[in-house]
């Protein structure tokens, strides 16, 4: 199969969807992979070093589209990108159509199969394929709510994990799957009071394990309204597999903390889990509700594509050279992968 790799175009986004040797393996499969030519550069590969394994180099999006018959891309494609997609196309990328009504329409106007990063769910239910790209934004959520906690980022001026004689900064995280637990870890490495919430019991016990520091409670509103009161980071990390993020955190919420508190969302893909969540990007990254400041960037992962890409990589790798195969659709995580398909909405959480 011929395999295209188009370069990503939302702003400030770095990652490439094959780095170097994950397109190694693919052609030593016998597959052809074909490149945009710059697409690997923000994640430091370039295209020479694709070229040194076999890829196939080519100016602009348009002959990968054309030449290519898999698309595999980072994020869902805009309006460039879709001007070039075809029926005939097989569309292997993060799509969150949950959150993109329009999107959605447009894609099963074009009628091409479009399988989705996070809805492959594997034999025990996990999304492997999320998976990396969740743990990045877990533990990118604290780093940077932690510094726009600094007074010069209009934050309240506090030290996240304190120090001797000075007062511990207050975490909320909401979900304590893959990106809400990496969220728990940075937290409490750096020492502040952090609360989980979490329907798991199992999540719940895991995230008390991390620490004295870390308290793991069940999402009652009254427990939710108090915690996030006095939270100085409240970060959203609840995940429905392939539906709208449920609203944990009403603007009444919001509007109870302290001005200069900070609000990450990392479900802003899927529509977010707080309610004064809006989809942003990294050219301006955040807004203020009630002096709360959000930061709510649909790609975090892609503020760091070498580390991002090479997780990528690695996690999709095998399933691209499975969906390169006919049969592919015997294949039951990547047939569960599907969200449009001939025209119509494939996916059953889509459908609802």
Not at 44 to 68: C, M, W
Not at 163 to 184: C, D, T, Y
Not at 224 to 245: H, K, N, W
Request: a negative charge; glycine letters at 10%; one cysteine or more.
């Amino acid at each position: 199969m011929r395999i295209g790799v188009p370069r990503e175009l939302k702003p400030l986004e770095g990652r490439v969807g094959l780095i170097p040797a994950a397109c190694a393996s693919l052609i030593r499969e016998g597959h052809e992979v074909i490149v945009e030519s710059g697409a690997g550069v923000k994640s430091g590969y370039t295209d020479d070093q694709y070229d040194a394994v076999g890829v196939r180099i080519v100016d602009g999006a348009a002959k990968v589209f054309e030449q290519g018959e898999m698309i595999v891309k980072v994020k869902e494609p805009i309006d460039p990108d879709l001007e070039h997609l075809r029926e005939d196309h097989l569309l292997f990328c993060y799509l969150h159509l949950a959150a993109l009504p329009e999107l959605t329409q447009r894609l099963c106007d074009i009628g091409a199969t479009c399988v989705a990063f996070e809805t492959v769910e594997d034999h025990h239910g996990r999304l492997p394929l999320l998976a990396p790209m969740s743990d990045i934004a877990g533990r990118l959520s604290i780093q940077v709510g932690t510094h726009l906690l600094h007074q010069p980022q209009g934050g309240k001026g506090i030290l996240l994990g304190g120090i001797p004689a000075a007062k511990r900064g207050k975490v909320v995280i909401l979900g304590s799957g893959v990106a809400g637990g990496n969220a728990a870890v940075v937290a409490a490495g750096l020492g502040a009071e952090v609360t989980v919430f979490d329907m798991d019991r199992d999540k719940l016990e895991h995230a008390r394990a991390l620490g004295p520091n870390v308290t793991g409670l069940y999402p009652h509103t009254a427990d939710v309204e108090e915690a996030v009161a006095v939270a100085d980071i409240v970060v959203g990390a609840v995940l429905v597999t392939g539906e709208r993020a449920p609203h944990v955190v009403s603007e009444k919420m919001v509007h109870s903390m302290t001005a200069g508190s900070v609000v990450v969302d990392i479900s802003v893909d899927q529509g977010g889990c707080i309610e004064t969540t809006r989809p942003t990007t990294y050219a301006d990254p955040t807004y203020k509700v009630h002096d709360v400041i959000h930061f709510c960037v649909t790609n975090m992962p892609g503020a760091v594509p070498r580390t991002a890409s090479q997780a990528l990589s690695a996690a999709i790798a095998p399933y691209t050279a499975r969906l390169a195969q006919a049969d592919w659709r015997s294949y039951e995580p990547l047939r569960k992968g599907i969200n449009v398909e001939g025209g119509q909405i494939a996916h059953p959480a889509l459908q609802k």
